[in-house]
């Protein structure tokens, strides 16, 4: 498939998708949020894909946030449905993905931006990367999601402050503050994400599609996170990466998923 605003990379068992509007920072307008949704399920609907990167083109901008020249006129119900959707088509359907998505954050992170990093299953940054969530000096809230994941992941009273101040965090901050795993330079950024996506593609698929069902339960209060792990953890018993993944460790071999 191909794309206006997307450029893909299929290397082996890893897809990089890098969202590819420079000239605008790489804001999320409506087109690109269907591309990305797109693009999200080609790959994961491809069994070659282990891993998929979603990052940024350029060296400044992972994505400046929503574009907002699209919804600059919109009223109450237009608002509503404009987060309503892109929740749906993007930011839930990224962090329910059973393929996992590492976001590498290679520059600004802002509103949708932050949203969408956080809305992948970890985060690896550039010492350039500045994230935030700005919304509310433009007279709104984010609205993809980054209520709810910036105070998941960072504890309640920093994402209030963050969110309040629409104030940005630069990497190492992010890092301290549990919102990105590593910090590495610009050059060393997509290196540090493959390198990982390449231990990660040499375990069960089956079982990590299973981990994030798993994790994700334990943040959805329809859930209970220990239920769903026991019975995601019974239902493993039954699959074909189980059987190889015990008697690869039982003949001493590495398994072959
Ligand atoms: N929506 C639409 N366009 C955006 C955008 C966004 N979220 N972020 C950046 N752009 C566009 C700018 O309008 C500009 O376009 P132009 O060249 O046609 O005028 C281009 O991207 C470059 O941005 P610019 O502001 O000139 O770069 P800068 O280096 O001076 O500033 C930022 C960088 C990220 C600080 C600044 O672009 C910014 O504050 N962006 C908006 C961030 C935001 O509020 N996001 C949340 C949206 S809900």
């Not at 709810?148 to 629409?166: C, F």
């Not at 630069?170 to 994400?193: I, Y």
Request: proline letters at 2%; charged letters at 20%; aromatic letters at 8%.
């Amino acid at each position: 498939m191909s794309y206006h605003n997307l450029l893909i990379q299929e290397n082996g068992s890893i897809t990089t998708i890098a969202i590819n509007r420079p000239k605008k920072l790489n804001a999320l307008n409506k087109e690109t949020i269907q591309e990305l949704h797109d693009a999200f399920a080609d790959a994961d609907a491809d069994e070659n894909c282990r891993v998929i990167i979603i990052t940024g083109s350029g060296d400044k901008a992972f994505v400046a946030g929503a574009d907002i020249s699209e919804f600059a006129d919109f009223d109450v119900t237009q608002g509503a449905d404009l987060a309503r959707k892109g929740q749906e088509l993007l930011f839930d359907f990224v962090a329910h993905l059973e393929t996992p998505v590492i976001a590498a954050v290679n520059g600004f992170a802002l509103g949708g931006g932050l949203e969408l990093a956080m809305a992948s299953h970890f985060r690896i940054a550039s010492d350039q990367a500045k994230m935030g969530l700005p919304e509310v000096s433009l007279g709104v809230i984010p609205g993809y999601g980054g209520t709810q994941r910036l105070a998941q992941l960072v504890g309640k009273g920093k994402a209030m402050e963050l969110i309040m101040t629409a104030g940005m965090i630069g990497a190492e901050d992010a890092k301290e503050w549990g919102l990105v795993n590593h910090v590495v330079s610009q050059e060393e950024l997509l290196p540090l994400c493959q390198k990982i996506a390449g231990k990660i593609a040499r375990n069960s698929g089956t079982a990590i599609a299973a981990a994030i069902r798993s994790i994700n339960a334990g943040f959805d209060k329809s859930k209970n996170g220990f239920e769903t792990e026991i019975l995601e953890f019974g239902s493993l018993f039954g699959t074909e990466d189980f059987t190889e993944g015990t008697t690869a460790f039982l003949e001493k071999r590495k398994p072959a998923f």
